[in-house]
């Protein structure tokens, strides 16, 4: 971390610059959220910033296509899919001609700062661009079109890029901007379509985009429990005809009454043959005579409102491409800003593209082992566990799982997995209803079947039931259950009460033998309030249903006079999920526990509402807003997790509100409430279950061999019993003895939570003059293979 006071420089290193944003190549969710925090970063850093509409075009072209923003020029945009300021194929860029043209118009301007959200293709234009810019110039000194003088006070370019690709095709960053959207859309139609296909019996051949790259059709494939993939990665050995109808018949035969096959637009065969969507379907009819349809995704995928991880992602890629630009010297190579472990990273443009084009080269020439491995260990993973699950196996231990706290979207997805790797390794599994209170009551299901689970990764809430009652006062009955079934391993799929359930359990082993047992904890909660991880299941579907309730309220105060929204969230003592909203729908303040404010802050923030009310008021004609609208008049909106004070609460911030606006504002309260809990899991939420499930059942196959001793399992080492995480990169598992020591159990939270950083970016995005010194600069990463990943959560 830099310090306070290179970072109070840094902050006035804008005065006197000049920076540009433009968006390039294929659209993608997301790019708006980066165009707005670029715009508002560089002002905040006190530089001018130019919007460049069309793309590359608009910069070939000049004029009005380049334009100086001010903060109000991106207000309202956070929410809207595609790009507003436009991208354009430009022929007339990969000329020299064209290029000269482009290095004219920005010279002209002062501008010598560029930030290129686009793909592969449009950053590696910018790279040239770069190169060639000291050249440039001088051949426009010597045409008479610049004079010297300003030639040499802008003498060099700098690049910054930001990668937006629905087809999370680019190395070195775990998620490309408008991946995840995409993703929302895909899933969001194969929900839809499920539900057709049930009623009729009927086959549905899905075809996704991706003409290089597999990652939206093998995340789709794991979300919705598909029954059979094409990737252009790994084609399909020969005879898959055969295998993929006797998949298809043996699923009807146990009860399925659909099935879903998709492809990705680029698949072909070990030949290099195109499988398309109507061959298959053809053979499906042929073969089996079932009622078969096709559907073909298109550009649908790329359309809609951005989700809440692309809004984050956009904003925090955006602001730290901003602090790139500022601290980058002639020496500094062009970078890119990625995602890496959930932290951004800077890392060296061309290298990037370079790694990126391995991977097409090894398809190119028919070595598709390797092209699985060049798109990273998460795609690989992907792809492992996709097949993993497709297949039952020919028993070994019993096994109970169990849900625990209140519902979270994802949970049944983890069950389905857990449960099908259980089977997969020859273990009985056991369903226990109604969490810890079940198995003490022996709410014991009969043995679970391959598809006993089928369709439940789509599925919201809690199919088994779950409660959050602790397992304190019902040791005894607890244990007898335990000995009744012969259970030889737990795992609990659940929220704060899930963890500290299994401490004490744990901490009873000195007590009864029979919990000397191998026990995982999955996380999974809204509040995403468990220790040992940084994401809990539900978290991502929490965050986007909180956001898409504040659209809406955003929306029903169109043509509405100057308004406070006070927007109350669920997370007990835990603010991510106000936070993250709060990034996503850009509000102006996320009130939480965790960032202690008193009656000055509140008295701060009200100053500081009201003052940006009356300067937009005598601005007259204001065409769009911070938080909101589409009106001439623009409100607000405030975030407030429900236990961020105890005095300071959401009845009272409104009435403090209220009082002091008078005049000038009005205010209004919004409880979202319950509706944070349901609806159906988000693409995230669903694979990142479908692989918690995965792992945690084969963590406890392991530990169930390795502490089998004279005919009974008996574990009692503290690594036995552990919650499984992510953190970073890595999903790993840490001991909940350990955990207990990094745990507040009176707020229910852990006493570290790595989301804290993101609120500096909320803060400035919002044009509070906050302590910059809060800002941690993203680290800056060199390309190995190694780094060649997609997100771990997928």
């Keep these: 971390t830099m310090s306070s006071m ?45 919007l460049i509409y069309e793309g590359y075009q608009g910069l070939v072209d000049g004029g009005d296509n380049i334009k100086l923003a001010h903060w109000h020029s991106v207000t309202n945009i956070i929410q809207q899919g595609g790009t507003v300021i436009g991208s354009a194929r430009c022929k007339a860029f990969t000329t020299h001609e064209g290029r000269l043209s482009a290095a004219f118009n920005l010279v002209k301007k002062g501008i010598t700062n560029l930030c290129v959200c686009g793909g592969d293709g449009s950053l590696t234009g910018a790279n040239i661009f770069r190169s060639e810019w000291s050249s440039l110039l001088e051949e426009l000194v010597q045409k008479g079109r610049i004079t010297d003088t300003l030639a040499k006070q802008h003498g ?21 901007i408008g991946a995840d959207s995409a993703l ?20 549905f051949v899905l075809e996704v985009m991706g003409r290089h790259c597999g990652y939206l059709a093998l995340v789709s494939a794991l979300a919705s429990g598909a029954d059979w993939l094409f990737i252009p990665e790994a084609p399909p050995q020969e005879g898959w005809e055969d295998r993929m109808c006797d998949r298809l018949e043996g699923s009807r035969s146990k ?112 070595r598709f082992d390797e092209a699985v491995k060049l798109r ?105 259950t335990i000995s009744k079934y012969n259970i030889s391993a737990i795992l609990v799929i659940g929220g704060f009460e899930g963890y500290e359930g299994v401490l004490q359990l744990y901490e009873a082993r000195n007590r009864y033998d029979e919990l000397c047992i191998p026990m995982c904890v999955i996380p999974a909660t809204i509040s995403n309030n468990v220790p040992g991880t940084y994401f809990s299941l539900g978290a991502d579907t929490a965050v986007n249903a909180a956001m898409e309730s504040c659209d809406k309220i955003k929306q029903s105060a169109t043509g509405t006079k100057r308004r406070v929204f006070v927007v109350e969230t669920m997370g007990g003592f835990c603010g991510y999920l106000a936070t993250c909203t709060g990034i996503a729908v850009g509000a102006d303040a996320a009130y939480i526990y965790e960032d202690p404010f008193n009656i000055h802050d509140l008295k701060t923030n009200v100053e500081h509402l009201t003052e940006k009310m009356k300067k937009d008021i005598q601005r007259g004609l204001v065409l769009s807003m911070d938080f909101l609208f589409f009106s001439l008049l623009f409100s607000l909106s405030m975030y407030r997790n429900e236990k961020c004070h105890e005095h300071y609460t959401t009845d009272f911030i409104h009435k403090l509100y209220s009082s002091e606006g008078k005049g000038i504002f009005d205010c209004r309260v919004n409880v979202l ?35 089998f001793r004279q005919g009974r399992v008996f574990a009692n080492s503290p690594e036995s019993v552990c919650v499984l995480g992510l953190n970073k990169k890595v999903i790993s598992f840490t001991p909940v003895s350990e955990l207990k020591d990094e745990t507040d159990f009176e707020h229910r939270i852990p006493t570290v939570q790595w989301w804290l950083n993101m609120r500096p970016v909320l803060k400035m995005l919002a044009k509070y003059q906050t302590s910059f010194d809060e800002y941690v600069p993203g680290e800056i990463e060199h390309v190995t293979r190694r780094s060649l990943s997609i997100d771990p959560g997928f």
Excluded at 156 to 176: A, E, K, Y
Excluded at 269 to 274: H, I, S, V
Aim: net charge positive; charged share 20%; hydrophobic share 40%.
């Design 673 to 707: 409430g319950h509706l944070q809990q349901g609806g159906v899991p988000t693409p995230f939420d669903r694979n990142f279950g479908t692989k918690l499930g995965v792992r945690a059942m084969q963590w406890l196959s392991e530990k169930l061999t390795e502490n």
């Design 184 to 203: 929302h859309r895909i899933i969001e139609i194969v929900d839809a379509i499920m539900t057709t296909a049930q009623s009729h019996q009927r086959t």
């Design 6 to 50: 290179q970072l109070e420089k840094l902050r006035m290193t804008g005065a006197g610059r000049a920076m540009a944003v433009l968006t390039s190549g294929g659209d993608a969710q997301g790019m708006n959220a980066a165009v707005r925090a670029v715009t508002r970063m560089g002002i905040y850093v006190g530089a001018k910033v130019y």
């Design 376 to 480: 990273g260990g998460s795609f690989e993973n992907n792809w492992n566990i996709y097949k993993l699950l497709a297949f039952q196996k020919p028993t070994n231990h019993s096994l109970a799982i169990l849900n625990v706290g209140a519902p979270a979207a994802g949970m049944n997805a983890a069950v389905r997995s857990a449960v099908r790797v259980g089977l997969a390794h020859g273990h009985k599994v056991y369903a226990v209803s109604d969490g810890f209170q079940g198995l003490a009551n022996g709410e014991v299901k009969i043995e679970i079947q391959w598809h006993s689970v089928a369709g439940w990764t789509g599925q919201g809430g809690s199919l088994l039931g779950t409660k959050r009652t602790l397992p304190g006062k019902y040791m005894e009955k607890i244990v007898e």
């Design 156 to 176: 060099h370019l700098n690049i910054v890029g930001l990668v937006g690709s629905i087809d999370n095709d680019f190395c070195g960053t775990d998620m490309t």
């Design 255 to 366: 009860g399925s009454r659909l099935n879903i096959i998709i492809i990705a637009e680029g698949a072909i065969d070990r030949n290099g043959k195109q499988i398309s969507t109507n061959y298959v379907k053809d053979l499906v009819v042929k073969r089996l005579g079932y009622d078969t349809r096709v559907t073909v995704l298109g550009h649908v995928q790329r359309g809609g409102t951005p989700s809440a991880f692309d809004r984050i992602l956009s904003s925090r890629l955006a602001v730290e491409a901003v602090v790139a630009l500022m601290e980058a010297t002639p020496d500094t190579p062009a970078c890119v800003i990625g995602l890496s472990g959930n932290q951004p990273v800077r890392l060296p443009l061309m290298e990037c593209v370079d790694m990126t084009k391995l991977v097409q080269k090894a398809m190119n020439e028919n």
